[in-house]
Structures are given as C-alpha cells and as structure tokens.
C-alpha cells in the first residue's frame, strides 16, 4: 500500500495487482464472514462476545513475543499503554448503547463511518490488532456487518452509509499507512504501547458489544459468558501462530 500511494510508477503497478488478489480474497472472507456472523449474531451474540474475547486474549502474548525489543523500553511506552486503554473507554463512553442504525442515511453518520473506515483499514498495517478490533471499539462492527448482509439481500437503504464507509477504507489506505510507517521507525516503542493499550481496552468494548444490535441486548457479564467459545478463540489464535512458526505447508530446503 505505501508503494501504491508514494512509490514509483512500477511499483505502483506491481502494488496494485498485490492489492486487487488481496482484495479479492478478502471480500470473499469478508462475504463468507457476513453470513455467519451476522446469523450468530443475532441468535448467539454471547457465544461471539466471548470467541472474541479469546481471539484478543491470544493475541496480545504473541504481540509481546514478537515486538520483545520495543515492549522492554517500558519507560517510554507506559504513558502510551494508558492512553490506549483510556482512548478505546473514550471512545466507547462517545458512541453509548445505542445502535447505528445504517438503513436511513445521514450526513453526521456517513462522515463518522468514513473515518471509522479511515482507521480500520490502518490495522492492516498495525502488529497484533485486527480491523474487526477497531471496529469494536468504535461500535461499528455489527452495524457494519448487518449491513452488508442486507445488502446481499438486496435491502439497498443500507448502501449510501457502506459507500462512505468503503470511501474511508480507500482514503485510510493511501494516507494512514505514511503516517503508521513514520509512528513504527520513529516511535516504535510508544507505537507498540499504545496498541497494547487498545488491545487491553477492547475487551471493554467486547463487553458492550451486545447493546450495538438492532435490538439492543445487556452487555456481556460474567454469567453469559462463555468459556469453551473464549477457551476456542484463544487456542485457534496461537495454533495459527504455531502452524506459522513451523512452517505448515511450506517446502523445506533440500
């Protein structure tokens, strides 16, 4: 993506064919995503809730793991750790319990679903945190995935909202990445931190994730939650980082 937007005129092009077959698989997982979930969503939002719950809770040791050398500088992240903690209650504390509802257009809303677009495409280019996380932490995730169902269902009232939101998207991945890259070469420690400190934040925003639906559910507690979906969230997660450290399906050196 950063040779697509500052790179020359070859790399531009070999960036752009990347991106299309990227593209193209992940409108597919995108697709297969929104059928599953969304059902789930509706009949198991618990189930979901704690799954996620897990996939975070896998996901922050192997970050640590695999960013040894900045997260030692703790001196210079700590401060950044909190902010990320406080920004993601913040935010949470911003969009309240209600729901988006993306069938009825309006300008306030179309702007705040292109930026929320312009920061969920940056997880692309973020160590350990998922565009589904940010999504979460701004209240968009199911509203989002809801309206992409719909959509196949062919309820076009949902499309003017998914447009700006697919605006942000492309506008994030021209201009986030050049700043992200400065924040990792220049920054990296306090970087690093902060996203920790999102990714400690967002079981928060899992938490209230049920009270996003259409109709509105009580926050996940301690007696829906549910172990054997958090436990599997958790060991799909590391043994995807095991088949990757081993080399799953890959051909070894002769």
């Not at 695999?66 to 750790?81: C, P």
Request: hydrophobic share 55%.
């Amino acid at each position: 993506t950063h040779d697509l937007a500052f790179g020359k005129m070859a790399e531009k092009k070999k960036a752009l064919g990347y991106l299309i077959k990227l593209g193209i698989g992940w409108m597919i997982g995108m697709l297969l995503a929104v059928i599953v979930l969304s059902a789930l969503f509706e009949s198991h939002i618990y189930v979901v809730s704690s799954l996620f719950m897990g996939f975070i809770a896998g996901a922050i040791p192997l970050i640590i793991m695999e960013e040894k050398e900045g997260f030692r500088q703790f001196g210079k992240g700590v401060v950044f750790l909190i902010l990320g903690i406080v920004l993601v209650a913040w935010l949470n504390g911003q969009v309240g319990t209600s729901s988006m509802d993306l069938s009825h257009f309006s300008l306030g809303l179309s702007v705040k679903l292109f930026f929320i677009g312009m920061i969920a495409i940056s997880a692309m280019f973020l160590p350990g945190i998922s565009g589904s996380t940010l999504l979460l932490i701004f209240g968009a995730y199911i509203p989002v995935i809801s309206a992409v169902r719909a959509v196949l269902s062919l309820e076009l009232s949902y499309v003017p909202n998914l447009v700006f939101f697919g605006l942000g998207i492309i506008a994030g991945a021209c201009t986030v990445v050049k700043i992200i890259k400065i924040a990792l070469e220049k920054f990296r420690p306090q970087t690093l931190y902060l996203i920790l400190g999102m990714m400690i934040g967002s079981f928060y925003a899992i938490i209230q994730g049920p009270t996003t639906l259409e109709e509105p559910q009580a926050p996940l507690a301690f007696s829906s939650f549910n172990w054997i979906a958090c436990i599997a969230g958790l060991a799909l997660v590391l043994g995807m980082q095991y088949v990757k450290e081993k080399g799953f399906g890959t051909k070894k050196e002769a």
